[in-house]
């Protein structure tokens, strides 16, 4: 999908008022629009693959950790069970979530990298639209910001 496509479809989600998450969509199979944050996932990791500008990595990050939360469990995306956040890019993640004010954010995110992921999952399962909310707010503060696409990653 285009990234043009990408907006027309959170617009369309912010004009229905639904909220979206990153494993389940919308919960309506049959919402085209759904998907779209798993969307931004494979765009971001397929044309924006290395060298992402602090905000683009923090949101790439937050997706991630919101679909690995889901499907595996926390502990995957902490242990960086798929190679695409080691603790550097964490940290950098949470440095990124505390200047900008997402701290609803930051505080459950900096408990899995400091203490401890249980009630991580649970945390998650009740804040769906604290993470649309972020997610909608990086998305149209750098809606011009995005950089030139990289060579297509055929690893992602």
């Known amino acids: 999908m285009e990234l043009d496509q990408l907006y027309e479809s959170i ?4 004009s229905k ?5 990153t494993y389940g969509g919308t919960g309506d199979p049959g919402d085209p629009d759904g998907a779209v944050l798993t969307e931004f996932i494979e765009y971001i990791n397929v044309w924006h693959a290395q060298n992402r500008p602090d905000w683009l990595e923090a949101l790439y990050q937050v997706l991630a950790w919101q679909f690995e939360t889901f499907h595996e469990g926390a502990d995957g995306y902490y242990e ?3 190679g695409d956040s080691p ?3 964490q ?3 949470v440095d990124f979530l505390e ?3 997402y701290l609803e954010l930051a505080a459950p995110y900096r408990q899995g990298m400091d203490s401890t992921v249980q009630g991580i999952s649970e ?5 769906l639209e604290t993470v649309w909310r972020f997610c909608l707010d990086i998305l149209e503060k750098h809606r011009s910001d995005w950089p030139e696409p990289e060579e297509r990653n055929e690893n992602g």
């Open 91 to 93: 940290v950098k993640t």
């Open 17 to 21: 008022g639904a909220v979206a998450d």
């Open 87 to 89: 603790r550097e890019i």
């Open 123 to 127: 945390w998650m399962d009740e804040h």
């Open 99 to 101: 200047k900008n004010g």
């Open 11 to 14: 617009q369309n989600l912010k």
């Open 80 to 82: 960086n069970f798929y």
